[in-house]
């Protein structure tokens, strides 16, 4: 059983750029969900994407958007970035075996803007 | 709208100590309560998982029980180790609305040799 993966690990932007991570659920798993973590704080919710429609945002502005694929794979996309848009970036998946109230977390992406 | 508190926010303790750390949540409806621990730069890595009709799980030096009518929930980890340094982090996962965890900011724990 693979686990959760994402890419890249570590990325540098410029402020005002667009960027796109990208995320595969663990085998199995159909809802998929992202969280930022800023430096010193516990992550923070994103959104979530469920059969490929969203299904829930966190307090977070539109230029934060997602898209989930028919294999249940995932992108977050980050359109005119913040210097505040530093953090590491968590991908987690979740799955009707578990009654979709345990997710399990990718190793993350650190995003650096400067 | 639920909020999660860890405390202390920074813990250092010598090797071999037992340690508490605690976590409090103030919406009592929740299906379960996850520990983590992470490390500086890296993801999360699940520790301990219980569900909220459970009162604690425990995983070799590790134990973790819940209160869930008072908000409470404990990490005790028994002879720390200096490998058990590290943030550890308590997540809430509610009754209501989008299935999502809702984490504290976490204890940064640091175990002296």
């Known amino acids: 059983e693979t686990g959760v993966t994402q890419s890249p690990t570590h990325l540098i932007k410029t402020r005002g750029q667009q960027v796109t991570l990208r995320c595969s659920s663990q085998s199995g798993h159909n809802t998929v969900s992202w969280y930022q973590q800023a430096l010193g704080q516990g992550p923070q919710f994103i959104f979530q994407?469920?059969?490929?429609?969203?299904?829930g945002r966190g307090n977070f502005p539109p230029r934060f958007s997602g898209l989930q694929f028919p294999n249940y794979s995932s992108e977050l996309n980050v359109n005119a970035l913040e210097l505040d848009d530093s953090a590491l970036y968590l991908c987690?998946?979740?799955?009707?075996?578990?009654?979709?109230?345990?997710?399990?977390f990718g190793p993350g992406t650190r995003l650096t803007v400067l | 709208k639920q909020e999660v508190t860890q405390i202390p926010a920074a813990l250092s303790v010598p090797e071999g100590e037992n340690l508490v750390l605690n976590c409090s949540f103030t919406d009592s409806a929740i299906y379960n309560l996850q520990w983590f621990r992470q490390d500086p730069g890296k993801g999360l890595t699940s520790l301990l998982l219980?569900?909220?009709?459970?009162r604690e799980q425990t995983s070799g030096r590790l134990n973790a029980s819940l209160d869930k009518s008072s908000g409470r929930s404990t990490l005790y980890i028994a002879a720390s180790q200096p490998g058990d340094s590290a943030t550890y982090l308590c997540a809430v996962w509610g009754t209501s609305g989008t299935y999502k965890y809702i984490f504290g900011t976490g204890t940064r724990l640091k175990v002296l040799a």
């Open positions: 219980i569900q909220s009709s459970q």
């Open positions: 987690a998946s979740s799955g009707a075996e578990q009654g979709f109230t345990e997710q399990f």
């Open positions: 994407y469920y059969r490929e429609e969203e299904n």
